[in-house]
């Protein structure tokens, strides 16, 4: 069975630009969450979708935002971005609340 | 204060030891407490998940709940060098969704 999948895997933006990450849940999971994962702060919850709809939002500005297609695939957007937007982006899939896998994420370095 | 608390370490054990990991929280809603081995440059992998309190054994791993404590340890039972990572707690059960609240991490290093 396949594993979760996250696109790109690394990328480099300048402040100001915008970056969409996607991410592919293994299949039959309907419920997508995103974290960002930084030295200082650790894993921080940032948004969870379950069959297209926003169900909980973390301490995030709105420059973050994220979707979730019918086919369960999830995209999340950071527009304006910060220095301090540097992160590891991970996105997790479950299909019950105790069993959530996470894929190997996107290493985001905002310059 | 942090909702879960976690000591990062690092700890440094011998090949063959018993490895006792912990994390303490504060809200007594979650009901979901789970175990994450991250190694480095890579996304988080589940070792072990219980509900509410109890023991949970799994190979050479242990897990602990003790709710009236708020206290969750990870036993590693054996411990080789390929167990050096990053352990997290996480736990969750607060609402319907599925947010996950994780600890800092320990780094563990087993040395051969």
């Known amino acids: 069975k396949a594993g979760v999948t996250q696109t790109p895997r690394y990328l480099i933006k300048t402040r100001g630009q915008q970056v969409t990450l996607s991410c592919s849940p293994i299949s039959g999971h309907r419920s997508v969450s995103w974290y960002q994962q930084t030295p200082g702060q650790g894993l921080q919850f940032l948004f969870e979708?379950?069959?297209?709809?926003?169900?909980n939002k973390g301490n995030f500005p709105g420059r973050f935002s994220g979707r979730q297609f019918s086919n369960s695939r999830s995209e999340m957007n950071v527009s304006t971005l910060e220095l301090g937007d540097s992160a590891l982006y991970l996105c997790?899939?479950?299909?019950?609340?105790?069993?959530?896998?996470f894929g190997p994420g996107t290493r985001l370095l905002v310059l | 204060q942090k909702e879960v608390e976690q000591d990062p370490g690092p700890l440094s054990v011998p090949e063959g030891a018993i490895v006792s990991l912990n994390c303490t929280y504060s809200?007594?809603?979650?009901?979901?407490f789970m175990w994450y081995r991250q190694y480095s440059r890579k996304g988080p992998e589940l070792l072990m998940y219980?509900?509410?309190?109890g023991n949970k054994e799994d190979g050479r791993f242990t897990a602990q709940v003790d709710k009236s404590s708020k206290y969750i340890s990870l036993f590693i039972r054996d411990s080789q060098p390929s167990d050096s990572a990053t352990y997290l707690c996480?736990?969750?059960?607060?609402?319907?969704?599925?947010?996950?609240?994780f600890g800092s991490g320990t780094r563990l290093l087993v040395r051969p």
């Open positions: 997790a899939s479950s299909r019950q609340q105790e069993t959530q896998y």
């Open positions: 809200n007594s809603a979650f009901q979901y």
């Open positions: 979708y379950f069959s297209e709809t926003q169900r």
């Open positions: 219980t509900y509410s309190s």
């Open positions: 996480a736990m969750s059960g607060m609402d319907s969704s599925y947010k996950l609240i």
